[in-house]
């Protein structure tokens, strides 16, 4: 696939009400997204124009990672672009891709997972836009609707919570996760619990917000049935929360712990986690969603899509890999009204408790324009420079 242009826009996008983590509250979504003009094999010895679409994960402050929006942006406009444009492509012509190329031609650059995995995406969706094929056939999906779980914020009182709660159950979301922090935790998970009964598939999310040494009172949420406790330890020690998994009856899952195939095998091996929440974006693409995927499948270990506030862009590449078998959990992958008022994409939206799958080709969904325009905060060209 020969490139031709390279864009990166920043979105800004009022969410419908606030929401409130371990980590801090946020109002609005400042979204990143790669535009890639190129011309693209259809695989039948012809090419084709097409435009393909990445998004970055990434949050405007370092406060769930490392990265950010703005640091993201700088990367991939001096760092990550530069160096994917230069490496010999399959032709050996400069600007000449393909996205299994990605994260070899990327490698040199330490780190910067969110930034790599919108830059492998977009080259991935123009690619398969030039195939026709889309991107749940390309990883290998076998559904075409995946079952929603929605991600519930801390709330101000448990009263609140359990208003907040019912109504997504009203809604159809067959999986409920409450954000919790220490001083937001037992009250609220057994208001959840005694309200909706023991059938509510109910788990809870820490984004390492506790230490080994509260290990006693993380023991107390064995006693209502969760499906999983989240990230309840720091990112970095895989050996605390292997302590901590060997105490509780509740399963151990790792989000932020987890950023690539060989950081998931030794999780599972050390004893750290029988869960894994795959968040493609954190592991640096798609591809290496699928390797870990794959992994955790051979493993016997349990896996779902996580969600980090995506756009329609993001959201329609998380359904097409939480199609694939071996996601066993709900994921949070909500309709695009849980968060935005109005996406960039055509909604998505809930049938029945679950998402359905796009089959369009790549992506299978693009921008509005008029959308995009109207939430566009910053259009930068970044190839040719």
């Not at 006693?216 to 309840?232: I, K, Y």
């Not at 016997?300 to 899509?305: I, L, N, Q």
């Amino acid at each position: 696939m020969q490139v031709h242009r390279i864009e990166l826009l920043q979105v800004r996008m009022p969410l419908v009400s606030p929401f409130t983590t371990s980590f801090g509250t946020q109002e609005t979504r400042l979204a990143l997204l790669v535009r890639v003009e190129a011309t693209a094999d259809d695989g039948r010895g012809g090419t084709s124009d097409v435009v393909g679409w990445g998004e970055c994960v990434a949050g405007e402050h370092p406060v769930y990672s490392a990265e950010y929006v703005a640091g993201c942006h700088h990367v991939l406009t001096h760092e990550l672009v530069p160096l994917l444009l230069a490496a010999p492509g399959p032709d050996g012509r400069p600007g000449d891709v393909n996205a299994d190329g990605v994260a070899t031609a990327l490698a040199p650059i330490v780190g910067h997972h969110m930034a790599k995995a919108a830059l492998e995406m977009a080259v991935l969706d123009a690619e398969l836009r030039g195939r026709g094929q889309s991107l749940a056939d390309h990883l290998g999906a076998t559904r075409t609707l995946v079952p929603s779980g929605v991600s519930v914020g801390i709330q101000d009182d448990v009263d609140t919570l359990v208003g907040v709660v019912g109504g997504y159950l009203d809604e159809g979301y067959v999986r409920i996760k409450l954000k919790v922090a220490p001083g937001h935790d037992l009250d609220l998970v057994r208001a959840v619990r005694t309200t909706f009964g023991d059938d509510l598939l109910l788990q809870v999310d820490a984004n390492a917000a506790y230490t080994l040494a509260d290990a006693d009172h993380l023991r107390r949420l064995d006693d209502f049935g969760l499906l999983l406790v989240e990230q309840p330890l720091a990112t970095d020690d895989l050996w605390e929360h292997a302590q901590l998994a060997r105490t509780m009856a509740t399963p151990i899952c790792l989000d932020e712990s987890i950023e690539s195939v060989a950081d998931a095998t030794a999780a599972i091996e050390m004893g750290a986690t029988t869960v894994v929440n795959i968040k493609p974006g954190r592991v640096g693409g798609y591809l290496e969603a699928v390797r870990i995927h794959d992994r955790c499948r051979e493993r016997g270990v349990d896996a779902w899509c996580g969600g980090m506030l995506e756009t329609g862009l993001g959201r329609a590449a998380n359904a097409a890999l939480a199609a694939l078998d071996g996601f066993t959990l709900p994921g949070d992958i909500s309709a695009s009204a849980r968060f935005f008022a109005e996406d960039i994409t055509e909604p998505f939206v809930l049938e029945d408790g679950h998402i359905r799958v796009p089959t369009g080709p790549g992506l299978g969904v693009a921008p509005v324009p008029e959308r995009l325009e109207g939430m566009l905060e910053r259009r930068d060209e970044v190839w040719p420079a």
